[in-house]
């Protein structure tokens, strides 16, 4: 018999809407059904539009009480935050966390520059000595690839400043052992120490000068401008407003260990102004996580503790009761990290953070997804899966703002990047946490590579961050709280991809193609 496909029509004639049954899957359902998803192997439905991408509200928390603008931290990794990172991350609304594979007492100088280092101006400038000779300026050169210095009385910041050398006052001199007091230009134009950028940039630009020197009354320098900086700081996009912290400087957050010298540690940093610090274990459902929690929250009870990391509900549960107020949440799903291949255990990211987010949020305490963010839709994604802040060590790795040079391989420019459990971070500082003693035996938990230059964190988290409310428009929630919200109620509905799904969701069949983020 032939098929009607005339539709059913309502009292007034037109046709009659369907029932659509329910399509995708809500979190829950998905699940629950015994695999271990990472983002790539989920895919969103997307929702109703009723607002401007520019109306999302991506502002967070952080733990239970610190909130964010922006839901980006920099992970504790000697290629990713030190205080030229803490203080970009703060910029842009979100908090970097200073790593601890060094001394106690320069983990605290980090934290320190980090919180008043400003935007812009250079705080650690390279000086030379009066009796230095032009070689110096040669090598300097030929290793950092700058070629002017400011020449102080004992050559360094913070005491009086003599003179500036550029390649101008050296360039033809054939002695390069001659000093640099025969060389130097005695005639400074500088501006006063703390000027704002504003003040600062208008007299760079009238000097036409290549540097501006900030100097005290008393003539000692505290900071440098630089005009090229000062060129692409003004084609970086608005910041918006910075993470400050009671104090008015910079939030900066740090790690600490589990050990017992990790106390003394932890006072150098809390007298170093840290405004938050994270216990810094890949498996954090550990009796040396909770005392070390017990032991912050009576010695510094105002000082907010994250700890992990957890990836399943009752490691988050555990971390929780013992006092935790965020947790870092991951194991293995980071780029340089082998810990699943090594030992067995981990989860994929997707699924550890739903599930310990699951516990997480009905506690009140925020979930920071840590590892595995190599995209804006893996930021999106860990946020609607109930995530409050996402950690990232790969994807800030290469900016300008890490720690390292550049170097050229293959004609790319490349910085280095290497995972903390690394056998190289291990020879660095590590060993004392991983069995200091040489008898003991050294299994490597990461690996140590490289990674492409990306520019500067001031560029790419703004960027970052426009693709981010995209994405938060298409799924219909206008926040992160609305995300978590409509998460718990069901109506993000999700999927999982085939691999023939997650090959068509890339490009494909094309022979040749440029891909540029923005
Ligand atoms: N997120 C991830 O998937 C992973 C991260 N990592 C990173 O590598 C670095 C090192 O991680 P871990 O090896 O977990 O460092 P860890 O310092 O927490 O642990 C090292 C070893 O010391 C032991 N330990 C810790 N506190 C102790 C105490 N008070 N007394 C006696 N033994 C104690 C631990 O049980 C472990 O065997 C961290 O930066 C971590 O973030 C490493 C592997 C995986
Ligand atoms: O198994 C590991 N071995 C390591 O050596 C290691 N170092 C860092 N991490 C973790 O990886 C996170 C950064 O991951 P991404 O590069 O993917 O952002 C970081 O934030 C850490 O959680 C490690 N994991
Ligand atoms: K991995």
Do not use: W
């Amino acid at each position: 018999m032939a098929k009607n496909h005339r539709a059913a029509t309502d009292v007034n004639g037109r046709p009659e809407l369907p029932i659509v049954e329910d399509d995708g899957f809500s979190a829950e359902m998905l699940f629950r059904q015994g695999y271990s998803y990472t983002y790539d192997d989920l895919i969103f439905h997307p929702g109703f539009i009723n607002f401007a991408t520019d109306a999302v509200d991506l502002s967070t928390h952080l733990t239970r009480n610190i909130q964010l603008r922006t839901p980006c931290v920099s992970s504790p990794m000697d290629t990713v935050t030190e205080a030229a990172m803490a203080a970009a991350m703060a910029t842009v609304g979100g908090i970097g966390f200073i790593h601890y594979n060094n001394q106690p007492q320069v983990q605290a100088a980090l934290v320190k520059k980090a919180k008043s280092q400003r935007v812009a101006f250079m705080p650690d400038p390279v000086c030379l000595r009066p009796s230095d000779p032009i070689s110096h300026i040669d090598l300097l050169k030929e290793t950092r690839g700058f070629s002017s210095v400011l020449v102080t009385e004992d050559g360094k910041v913070g005491s009086k400043l003599l003179g500036v050398v550029t390649s101008r006052d050296t360039d033809f001199v054939v002695d390069r052992s001659t000093e640099l007091c025969e060389v130097m230009s005695r005639d400074i134009i500088s501006a006063p120490a703390g000027a704002s950028l504003e003040e600062a940039s208008r007299v760079l630009i009238e000097s036409k000068k290549s540097l501006l020197p900030l100097v005290t009354d008393t003539g000692e320098l505290t900071e440098l401008l630089c005009r090229t900086d000062l060129k692409s700081h003004r084609q970086n996009p608005d910041s918006g407003f910075p993470s400050l912290g009671a104090d008015g400087k910079f939030l900066v957050g740090a790690a600490v260990g589990t050990r017992e010298s990790d106390q003394i540690r932890l006072q150098l940093l809390v007298d170093a102004g840290v405004n938050v610090v994270i216990l810094d274990s890949s498996q954090g459902d550990s009796i040396y996580q909770r005392k070390m929690i017990e032991y912050v929250k009576k010695v510094h009870p105002e000082l907010d503790v994250i700890a992990g990391n957890v990836v399943t509900a009752y490691q988050a549960r555990n971390l929780i009761e013992a006092g935790a107020d965020a947790l870092r949440v991951g194991m293995g799903s980071g780029s340089i990290c082998t810990t699943q291949e090594v030992c067995a255990v981990g989860r994929g990211q997707g699924t550890a953070v739903y599930k310990t987010a699951a516990v997480g949020n009905a506690m009140g305490v925020p979930i920071i997804a840590d590892g595995g963010i190599a995209n804006s839709g893996h930021v999106v994604k860990a946020l609607s899966l109930g995530a409050s802040t996402v950690m990232m060590g790969s994807f800030l790795a290469g900016t300008d703002e890490a720690p390292g040079e550049f170097f050229i391989q293959d004609g790319l420019r490349l910085k280095k990047y290497r995972g903390m459990g690394s056998l190289e971070a291990m020879a660095k500082g590590s060993d004392a946490r991983y069995l200091g003693d040489k008898s003991r035996l050294k299994i490597a938990q990461g690996v140590s590579g490289s990674v492409a230059a990306k520019g500067s964190v001031l560029r790419l988290i703004p960027y970052t961050l426009h693709a981010v409310k995209q994405g938060f428009q298409d799924l219909g929630t206008p926040s992160i709280s609305a995300a978590h919200d409509a998460l718990v109620a069901g109506s993000i509905r999700l999927e999982v991809r085939t691999g023939a799904a997650q090959k068509e969701g890339g490009v494909h069949d094309l022979v040749s193609y440029e891909k540029r983020r923005f």
